[in-house]
């Protein structure tokens, strides 16, 4: 095994401490007392291991109000483990890590085991194994060999005395127990003793009940027959029911048929369905004729008005000149009236001329006749040419009277033609507007008229005519026919009548469809009366249905009554076989209770023998021990051949073994010595005994580690051996220290006293400080 970390946190001694162990082989540890050794190297490493040292947990070093945390790792057998407790509020964690595993364990117990396990030891085996515990060393050399007997037994984990009061106090125990075993076996056997009698109840109740059963298996099916036959029943009744309500149906057809065909008998009064069809055809007849006598009379209004028109047209045409003709004849008179108005004018414009000639011929004259020069081509006249001129134009002005007087007399001539022309014109033109209206006339008359009647209105006169010849005579004969006469043959008289005639055909029709009905309703009436005639015996068989389900009922009633009867019983019945059955499950368990009993008491003596044997036998005389110790002994000593030849050149030798009274005596040699026999140890000087003490308790911690069977946490550490040593001894013992290097993987041995601090290469100073202690390294 190999210590290669420790850590601390708010602990009293030590507020902080990382401390790095894995170079150290051998290691001194120094500083002043009360500076913190044992507890940095002693406390913490088993608390950690063992969450307790020598009665004091963590709790004990913890800072108050703080959390204060301790962690170990190390390696044992080629494997790294952590492990680190931590207490605040009263409660310690734990973790424990197995990093070869990647394993943690973090309940307190489990890592109880798996470190006591792991290090093959308990924490009292680890304290006596691997630590030299501060005062120690000398306590073997110096107590007497019955006090030495008992630390021995205790190095072992057995306290031989404290097993014999406690076998005493076991046994009491047993005793005490058996007398409690039997109190209880006689309350068990009391209650067990009625077990047979409820055992032969129970079947007894459970034929009973299976008694009940059959009998209620019975009865139901007696009441489901029962209400088998019900249904069957009812169902019958259900179908006569549905049927006897077709029955009332029927009998209220019935009761409307003949009310209908009374009615009708009575309303038609003998009438007999030919009369009505042939009354029928006679009225469809004069109907028709109705109808296309409406037609002739229609078609002799139009052919009058045709007619009418016709007359019109023709008298038209024989009055009037046509409007054409009458147009031609007025050109022809504004011709002839133009002509002579030209002829009037033409005369004017002569008369005219001959004026304004007959003027220049007087201005002539005088112009001649006062002088010689033409006053037209202003050359000179000779005055026969003036005379001759004179007298021809003095002619002429004698003309101008006569002529004028012709040309007016030419124009009142023609003026008076032109009037009477004139007045013929307008005459004319009245005529043409006269004839222009009644022709308009005509060819409105005309759009209304056949175009052939037109064409030639008198022939057409003469077809009218014949047409309406015949239409009065179709008349005629269709005026028997409806019998009326003739002249009451009018539209209005027509409709009249054929109003009537209809509604005399609608009421013979309607009449005549209630025959067909009459007939139906008939053969309907038969029908249902055969329907009703088959229904009758039904209400009697429903009636008898009815009863019998009564019947039924009441016997279905009975057998309920009885079923529920036999539940009831049934039901108390099992309710007993439950209790009875639940008490004897319950006298079962008080049977199984006595028997555990009986064993237990059986058990219990078997103990108390053993105990007893244990206490007169084995721990009588302390006979037990007494050999235990002897064969631990020679261990011991086949240990301390080896370790006491380390100390000063094998100078002493050690003699270790048990008195007659069982108590462990030590002597020793000093082969030095003149006088080199055995003597008690404590016959040694107090340094020697050291030395001796050291060897003795190294070879006991050998023999404790092969005693439990396992290889053993190869670490020492040893808390203040040298005690009184001198120098020279404790030079001796520091040798043999270094020499158990082979033996140890680590050695950490804690002193105060300063002067070894040379010996040791390694060397760890703890040094107290204000701020709490701290561990330098050298
Ligand atoms: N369980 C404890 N509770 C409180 N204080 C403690 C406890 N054990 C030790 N101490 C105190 O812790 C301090 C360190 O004690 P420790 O035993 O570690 O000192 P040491 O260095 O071994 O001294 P010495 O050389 O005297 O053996 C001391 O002041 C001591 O009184
Ligand atoms: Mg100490």
Redesign the pocket.
């Known amino acids: 095994m190999r210590l290669e970390k420790i850590f601390i946190e708010n602990l009293?001694?030590f507020p902080k401490l990382e401390l790095y162990l894995e170079d150290y082989d051998l290691a001194l540890i120094t500083?002043?007392?009360?500076?913190?050794?044992?507890?940095?190297f002693v406390?913490v490493p088993v608390i950690a291991f063992y969450n307790e040292f020598n009665g004091?947990s963590l709790k004990?070093?913890a800072l108050e109000n703080k959390v204060a945390k301790i962690g170990l790792e190390f390696e044992h057998e080629g494997k790294r483990y952590i492990i680190v407790r931590q207490y605040s509020d009263g409660s310690t964690q734990s973790i424990f890590t197995d990093t070869f595993e990647r394993r943690k364990i973090s309940k307190s117990r489990e890592i109880q085991n798996t470190i006591e396990k792991l290090l093959g030891m308990d924490a009292r085996t680890f304290l006596n194994t691997v630590v030299i515990a501060?005062g120690e060393v000398e306590t073997l050399s110096e107590r007497t060999p019955k006090e030495r007997r008992e630390l021995f037994l205790k190095f072992l984990g057995i306290d031989f005395k404290k097993a014999y009061e406690k076998v005493s106090d076991e046994i009491k125990n047993v005793d005490n127990r058996i007398g409690q075993v039997l109190v209880e076996k006689t309350v068990l056997e009391k209650d067990v003793k009625i077990k047979p009698e409820i055992e032969k109840r129970i079947p007894e109740i459970e034929e009973e009940v299976g008694k009940i059963n059959l009998t209620l298996t019975e009865k139901e099916k007696g009441k489901n027959s029962l209400l088998n036959e019900k249904e069957g029943l009812q169902k019958t009744l259900k179908s006569i029911e549905e049927m006897l309500a077709t029955y009332q149906v029927l009998e209220r057809e019935k009761e409307r048929l003949d009310s209908e065909i009374k009615e009708f008998e009575k309303k038609i009064g003998g009438l007999k369905k030919e009369d009505i069809e042939a009354r029928i055809g006679l009225l469809d007849q004069k109907l028709e004729t109705i109808s296309t006598t409406l037609e002739l009379l229609d078609k002799r209004n139009q052919i009058d008005a045709q007619y009418k028109n016709l007359e019109e047209i023709v008298k038209t045409l024989e009055s009037y000149r046509k409007p054409e003709e009458l147009k031609q004849e007025e050109e022809m008179l504004r011709k002839k009236v133009d002509e002579l108005a030209n002829k009037i004018e033409d005369i004017k414009r002569n008369r005219m001329e001959i004026e304004t000639k007959n003027s220049a011929s007087k201005l002539y004259i005088k112009n001649l006749r006062e002088e010689t020069v033409c006053p037209l081509c202003k050359t000179e006249l000779s005055e026969d040419r003036r005379i001759e001129l004179i007298t021809e134009i003095e002619n002429e002005i004698k003309e101008y009277p006569n002529t004028v007087k012709n040309l007016d007399t030419s124009i009142e001539k023609l003026s008076r033609e032109k009037f009477q022309l004139e007045q013929k014109l307008s005459e004319i033109i009245r005529e043409y507007g006269r004839s222009y209206d009644a022709y308009k006339k005509i060819e409105n008359l005309a759009k209304g008229l056949p175009k052939e009647v037109v064409s030639d209105p008198k022939a057409g006169l003469k077809n009218l005519e014949i047409e309406l010849g015949n239409i009065s005579s179709q008349l005629t004969d269709n005026a028997a026919i409806i019998g009326l006469e003739l002249k009451s043959l009018g539209v209005q008289r027509l409709i009249q009548v054929q109003n009537q005639l209809n509604k005399e055909k609608e009421e013979l029709n309607k009449a005549l469809s209630s025959y067909e009905k009459y007939e139906e309703n008939i053969s309907k009436l038969n029908m249902v009366e055969e329907q009703m005639a088959k229904l009758l015996p039904l209400e009697d068989k429903k009636k008898r249905l009815e009863n019998k389900i009564l019947q039924i009922d009441h016997l279905i009633k009975q057998v309920e009554k009885e079923i529920n009867i036999l539940y009831q019983n049934k039901g108390n019945k099992e309710k007993e076989l439950e209790q009875l059955k639940v008490r004897l499950r319950e006298l079962e368990d008080k049977e199984q209770q006595l028997k555990k009993k009986c064993e237990e008491e059986r058990e219990l003596l078997k103990r108390k023998e053993i105990l007893t044997i244990v206490k007169e036998q084995v721990f009588k005389d302390n006979a037990f021990p007494t050999v235990f110790l002897e064969e631990f002994l020679k261990h011991v000593q086949m240990n301390l051949s080896d370790f006491i030849s380390r100390f000063k050149g094998g100078r002493y030798e050690i003699d270790i073994s048990l008195t007659r009274e069982g108590d462990v005596e030590v002597r020793a040699r000093d082969r030095s010595k003149i006088d080199s026999t055995f003597r008690s140890i404590k016959d040694f000087s107090q340094g020697e005994r050291t030395i001796l003490g050291f060897a003795i308790r190294l070879a006991t911690m050998k023999a404790i580690s092969s005693y439990k069977g396992k290889s053993m946490p190869n670490i020492l550490i040893v808390?203040?051996g040298f005690g009184p040593l001198d120098q020279e001894n404790m030079k001796a013992l520091i040798d043999g220290i270094k020499d158990l290097k082979n033996v140890f993987e680590q050695i950490f041995i804690?002193t105060?006293i300063d002067q070894v601090k040379e010996e040791f290469e390694q060397r760890l100073i703890?040094e107290e400080t204000p701020k709490g202690s701290i561990i330098k390294r050298i």
């Open positions: 009293k001694i500083g002043p007392n009360g500076a913190g050794k044992t507890t940095a406390a004091r004990d070093y501060q808390d203040e804690i105060h703890v």
